[in-house]
């Protein structure tokens, strides 16, 4: 293990200092910036057309997709009647283990037959010696892993900077609502996970779209769906998962030292793939057991430092809440009134939780379960966590701190940093941590959805799962050196690209959903 280890390093180093040297040289990311921009513009207008809103000559846009994503969470909230406020306890009650043995009952999940060495499932998402797959919590965290980052941190700056204090509650609602669409789409992950020879679990939805729709006579609709979101998921995985994650991560860590060269950047890029390598070549057990340890810690210290904001100035809550329910329905003229506000709580959530897009099942697929709504149930929490606890504080901070009067021209992270270090002086470090942290987490399970997907067009091998990999930890150097503002845009437009046929799968096996869902209520005694 320690010799694949340290050929797999050294196969990244080499190219990744090349490229460092490069592009300090010759500008190698206006290069790649200029080639793609075509490409872009064209891909990001088409995924990104928007409504636009503009009463008394006043303008807000949100794109269609956005607003998809946002119906398809209401229509899916209502189908299961309020599932994410009724089963929120049962939720909190599978993650800590309460069912655990009804659900390692000897009834099979569907038809498949999972082949156990030496009594372990080979490659899946688990801790070493523990029998059998992810626990419910090693699931969550995986998942989370990938959709509490930054987003959480600029994205809420953005959208107060934008549409005001009342923006906080529109995200909250879509937060709530986005609950019900990972319900969906994580039990269908289950539902219609593979099973190589080998063990190893390959889920997402590829294979829901593919296998789930063969079943409803649809099988030449659901391959080309299929292959449409893995090449889209592919793509997002080396765009918005990992070169913007290792872009913002880098810009922070180099701020925060005083750095201004773009070798310090290239170098903080090294630096951080290798640490991807070292995670990702133990496959997704590594990525598993290293997402349950590092994201309850970097969400339990932004919590911590937000939480000492708010008591330190307790008697400006009242107040806050206050401007958050009076501007959700009210909301500054600049920004198109109400249905501006609306927009902008709406869009920031979709970005940070990506509720219906699809990504999260992948990571819950392969769960230890004999029930796949069981991990849908627990999938539910995540947008909970990240978009009405993380995204919530976030915002409280900022309100508390009056940031959201006079943002003294910063926005995103920087205006974040600045409302907690009002406060907290020394806080820019503790937020460089977070950041590096959530980008880091980030990474390793975007770099699993990525090869999943690899893997599915590609086929299933060792050369084609190391190829990918290499790719992937050359890709974080570049994200971290270079300016590549087109190339962000572009894979942005593929993640939620993928909305698009995980969306159509997911209506056309609603039915099977509810299925799963009336089974497992019974097979726990809850109606």
Not at 384 to 403: E, P, Q, R, S
Request: hydrophobic content about 50%; aromatic content about 12%; charged content about 15%.
């Amino acid at each position: 293990m320690k010799k694949r280890l340290l050929l797999f390093i050294a196969t990244i180093i080499v190219p990744m200092l090349a490229f460092a040297q490069d592009n300090v040289e010759r500008g190698l990311d206006e290069r790649i910036n200029d080639a793609v921009t075509p490409a872009t513009a064209f891909i990001f207008n088409i995924v990104f057309y928007p409504w636009t809103y503009g009463p008394n000559g006043d303008t807000s846009t949100m794109p269609y997709v956005i607003i998809l994503l946002l119906t398809a969470a209401t229509i899916f909230t209502i189908y299961f009647g309020f599932i994410n406020i009724r089963r929120f306890p049962l939720a909190i009650n599978v993650v800590r283990g309460k069912y655990d043995d009804i659900e390692g009952s000897d009834e099979p999940l569907g038809k498949v037959n999972v082949n156990v060495v030496d009594g372990d499932i080979v490659d899946t998402i688990k801790i070493e010696g523990e029998e059998g797959e992810v626990s419910h919590f090693q699931a969550l965290t995986a998942a989370l892993s990938g959709t509490v980052g930054l987003g959480n941190i600029s994205g809420v700056a953005i959208a107060i900077a934008v549409g005001g204090p009342g923006a906080t509650f529109w995200m909250i609602v879509a937060g709530l609502l986005g609950m019900s669409s990972k319900f969906a789409e994580c039990t269908l992950g289950v539902k219609y996970r593979d099973i190589g020879p080998d063990g190893t679990v390959y889920g997402g939805p590829m294979y829901y779209l593919s296998k789930g729709l063969k079943e409803k006579g649809m099988a030449g609709l659901g391959k080309v769906l299929a292959i449409f979101f893995a090449i889209m998921c592919i793509g997002g995985s080396f765009g918005g998962g990992n070169m913007f994650q290792a872009n913002q991560a880098a810009a922070q860590f180099n701020s925060m030292i005083g750095a201004t060269s773009g070798s310090a950047g290239a170098i903080f890029g090294i630096v951080m793939a290798i640490l991807v390598a070292i995670v990702i070549i133990g496959g997704i057990k590594r990525i598993a057991s290293v997402t349950e340890k590092v994201v309850p810690f970097m969400v339990g210290i932004y919590f911590i430092a937000a939480l000492i904001v708010i008591v330190m100035s307790i008697g400006q809550l009242p107040a806050a809440f206050g401007m958050i329910f009076e501007g959700a329905f009210t909301g500054a003229g600049v920004t198109g009134g109400f249905i501006g506000v609306l927009i902008q709580g709406f869009r920031r959530a979709a970005f940070s939780n990506e509720a219906g897009v699809g990504s999260a099942a992948i990571a819950h697929s392969a769960v230890k379960t004999k029930y796949a709504a069981s991990e849908g149930i627990v999938a539910l929490l995540e947008p909970f966590i990240d978009t009405v606890v993380v995204c919530t504080i976030t915002a409280l901070v900022i309100i508390i701190t009056g940031f959201h009067v006079d943002t003294n021209g910063l926005g995103g992270v920087d205006l974040t940093s600045a409302a907690f270090a009002s406060v907290i002086p020394w806080f820019p470090y503790v937020l460089t941590l977070a950041v590096v942290l959530f980008a880091f987490s980030t990474m390793i399970s975007w770099s699993y959805y990525g090869l999943q997907s690899w893997l599915y067009l590609f086929g299933r091998s060792k050369t084609n799962e190391y190829i990918y990999k290499v790719l992937f930890c050359i890709f974080v150097v570049i994200g971290a050196a270079a300016s590549l503002g087109a190339v962000t845009d572009f894979s942005d437009s593929m993640i939620f690209a993928m909305a698009i046929p995980n969306l159509i799968g997911v209506f056309l096996l609603l039915p099977r959903v509810r299925e799963e869902l009336t089974r497992y209520l019974k097979a726990i005694g809850l109606k």
